[in-house]
């Protein structure tokens, strides 16, 4: 599976990004997904997840109610739709890919993008 995460951007605090994360690979929707990012100086962190048919998904604490995974198996792309921005949430975002269910830890990760950068100004 490769995947592209694209969709990052600067935006104003309180604004909203869609992150989308295409993957070729005709498998994928047997895939989990998980947004990671990692801001300078610090480690890479979970933000949210999403299972293989997109009917559970998971956020870390610090984004729950303001961000939304979301999958299109048909297009073959996991979307994270972000909301009410803050300048914490600026960091490189990662999505990444493994086979069965997801995790929160990085590590149990196979497959990553590339990482696209989101910049909340204040």
């Known amino acids: 599976v490769q995947l592209q995460a694209s969709g990052g951007g600067l935006v104003q605090s309180g604004g909203i990004l869609r992150l989308s994360c295409a993957a070729s690979?005709?498998?994928?929707?047997?895939?989990?997904v998980g947004w990671f990012r990692q801001a300078p100086g610090k480690e890479r962190e979970f933000v949210a997840a999403i299972n293989y048919s997109g009917r559970r998904t998971n956020y870390a604490d610090s984004v729950k109610g303001r961000f939304t995974c979301s999958r299109d198996n048909a297009k073959n792309t996991v979307y994270l739709q972000m909301k009410s921005l803050k300048p914490e949430d600026t960091a490189v975002y990662y999505c990444a890919a493994r086979y069965s269910d997801y995790k929160f830890d990085p590590y149990e990760y196979e497959y990553w993008g590339q990482g696209t950068l989101v910049t909340v100004s204040s």
């Open positions: 690979g005709r498998t994928f929707s047997s895939y989990a």
